[in-house]
């Protein structure tokens, strides 16, 4: 076999590996949750009962799949704004200099910052400032999280998408220039329309992240398994429950648990076909 | 033709990779001789651990493992077969010992306490009643004004300031000391909320392990919550002293929480301390166990491995290594617990006979 050959039969085996990881994950929280869902059927995702104490078992998803979407939508609909801008400013305004350079190198820096440092700092900051506005008494919640979810996926909302704003032909924007349209005209029917599914591509990869991040939520949201009255209410989402509870956790709350992981992943996995959908109806 | 052949390749070169990691495996010969002994288990006694085996480790140059996985984690460990030993802070119940794959010991290592801190302006000392804690726990009493615990604590400047309960967020063994404790004490706690790892809470806010429980009341005026007492001891926070059964208010301290263990004890020592009837015991106190198969020749462990994993725990229960457990926050075990330890110990088997 020649040296062309082995690397060939290499990529192919590393590339099959991947799969055949990613396959046995699906399997794995499969198999785990049958037990689960032998017990309650569908009515797990719907049932908002959420009692471990041995004798009483009842487990329901429902508090945690609404506080998933709460915290991840509610998150996404702050960072928009400020995403946005970002992208603009650094994929149209500023392409270059000291200024925006300056500005990206802080905003990786974000996304390279653990995700316990931003539960720390919202909770030694962020949270007596929200009780201090008298927002909720003690300062955790739904509304506490988002606000942290949302300054976690600026970097991935803004990123892709100041990218796909720089590579808008210029000749294209040149054409509306020379037909008199302003900057602004030209962000709004041009640069938008062109670049619009890549920004969305962005956003979705940013509320993937919002969905699965465990650490500052389960700092801040009060880990209070029952369905939140609004988003100033304690709550609860997927992924901070599992972390908290799987360590201690067996029999029919340990297949609920693979359950809820399961679910967290068929979520993911929707918001991530539906992103697709989207841009491909956006960029056709 | 060619792309399909490409993939069976990549198939069976990923199979080969897979199956010579198993073939990696040896299995080990029955007279082979302990290199390591793997504990895993409760995070509640996991500093009193850590010490003490790097001590071991040290002196008996056999290194000795413990990862604070969870007492639930201990106990699958356990039942898996893939440590020596498993750690709990609740002892199995005879329905877990039964769906355990052999008979499993329990062995006391020491005892710790769950004391309740609150965050009160000019930290003043305050006393609890049984009924006070239900009151405040179950979200009946939601104000320290409430004139409930003003009779109990004359002369204490309580503030207008609504009470926010503090809870772990986390399933562990704290947690069932507290709740295991309020069901013994108040018919009431027992009927709504039961005992366990992980409970369904009336009112409150979930914070993760002790560090959280403890900074978040410290960060919220008003707060109340529960704590392992190392964690409290060790940071020097504030803490209720609790009326026991015999009517005394007793603060935890590693005397009371000593203390609380002077009752009977079982042979199998399953034993729960909490609302003992020690006169001047902690209430809220419980033993914490190591756990081990009674029938030590398992998963083809040999016999080295299996004698010291006993000498080990001998070791962990003698008067010289009980000493270590103030040193981190924890009570030592009674002498009368020493005994029924040793005694459950030399119960252990090895194919049958009993180890030397």
């Known amino acids: ?284 | 033709m060619k792309k399909l052949q490409l993939l069976f390749t990549a198939i069976i070169a990923v199979a080969l990779m897979v199956s010579c990691g198993n073939a990696g495996k040896k299995k080990t010969e029955s007279n082979a001789k302990a290199k390591t002994i793997t504990g895993a288990g409760a995070t509640f006694p996991q500093p009193f651990y850590n010490k003490i085996f790097k001590t071991y480790t040290k002196e008996q140059s056999l290194l000795v493992t413990y990862g604070g996985i969870g007492s639930g984690g201990g106990i699958r460990s356990l039942k898996d077969k893939i440590v020596d030993f498993g750690a709990s802070d609740a002892f199995l119940s005879d329905k877990k010992l039964a769906d355990m794959p052999g008979e499993v010991l329990h062995i006391p290592t020491c005892l710790g306490a769950v004391v309740a801190a609150y965050n009160l302006p000019g930290k003043p000392a305050l006393k609890f009643t049984p009924e006070l804690m239900e009151g405040v726990f179950m979200g009946k009493i939601t104000n320290w004004n409430d004139p409930k615990i003003a009779a109990v604590n004359p002369g204490v400047n309580l503030p207008d300031l609504a009470i926010t309960v503090v809870y772990r967020s986390d399933g562990s063994g704290t947690t069932f000391i507290f709740s295991d404790y309020m069901s013994k004490v108040s018919t009431k706690w027992a009927a709504k909320i039961g005992a366990g790892k992980a409970l369904q809470w009336p009112v409150g806010i979930g914070a993760k392990g002790n560090p959280g429980v403890a900074g978040t009341i410290s960060q919220t005026k008003g707060a109340i919550g529960y704590i392992g007492s190392e964690y409290a001891f060790a940071q020097g926070i504030p803490v209720a002293s609790i009326q026991n059964q015999a009517g005394n208010f007793i603060l935890p301290s590693l005397e009371s929480v000593s203390a609380s263990a002077k009752g009977e004890m079982p042979a199998d020592t399953r034993v729960s301390l909490t609302n003992t009837t020690a006169a001047e015991g902690y209430p809220i106190s419980s033993f914490t166990w190591l756990i081990i198969y009674k029938e030590q020749n398992y998963n083809n462990r040999s016999l080295d491995q299996a004698t010291q994993t006993v000498k080990l725990i001998n070791w962990i229960v003698s008067e010289a290594t009980q000493k270590e457990t103030t040193k981190v926050n924890y009570a030592p075990l009674p002498k009368a617990a020493v005994a029924k330890a040793k005694a459950v110990l030399a119960k252990v088997t090895y194919k049958g006979k009993a180890l030397k």
């Open chain 1, 1 to 284: 076999m020649n040296s062309e050959k082995i690397f060939k039969y290499l990529l192919a085996s590393s590339g099959i590996l991947i799969v055949l990881i990613a396959v046995g994950i699906v399997a794995t929280l499969f198999v785990g949750s049958i037990p689960s869902f032998k017990e309650y059927g569908f009515g797990f995702i719907f049932s908002s009962d959420w009692n471990p104490t041995e004798g009483r078992e009842s487990y329901g998803a429902l508090p945690f799949i609404i506080g998933t979407l709460m915290t991840s939508i509610l998150a996404l609909l702050i960072t928009f704004p400020f995403a946005f801008s970002i992208s603009l400013f650094l994929g149209e305004y500023f392409k270059h200099g000291k200024l925006p350079s300056f500005l990206r190198s802080v905003i990786d820096l974000l996304a390279g910052i653990p995700s316990v440092v931003y539960g720390l700092w919202g909770f030694y900051a962020l949270r007596p400032l929200i009780s201090e506005l008298g927002i909720n008494a003690q300062g955790f919640g739904i509304f506490t999280s988002s606000i942290v979810l949302a300054i976690m996926i600026i970097p991935y909302a803004s990123s892709l998408g100041s990218e796909v704003i720089s590579m808008v032909p210029g000749s294209l924007k040149e054409a509306a220039y020379s037909l008199g349209a302003t900057r602004f005209e030209v962000v709004r029917n041009v640069i938008i329309p062109n670049a619009g599914s890549g920004i969305f591509a962005g956003y979705i990869l940013a509320l993937g992240r919002a969905i699965g991040e465990t650490m500052a939520v389960t700092m801040l949201i009060g880990n209070s398994n029952k369905i939140p009255a609004g988003i100033f209410d304690l709550g609860n989402t997927m992924a901070s429950l599992i972390a908290n509870q799987f360590g201690e956790a067996e029999g029919l709350k340990y297949t609920s648990l693979v359950e809820i992981g399961l679910i967290l992943f068929i979520i993911t996995g929707i918001v991530n076909l539906l992103g697709k959908l989207i841009m491909k109806k956006l960029s056709a």
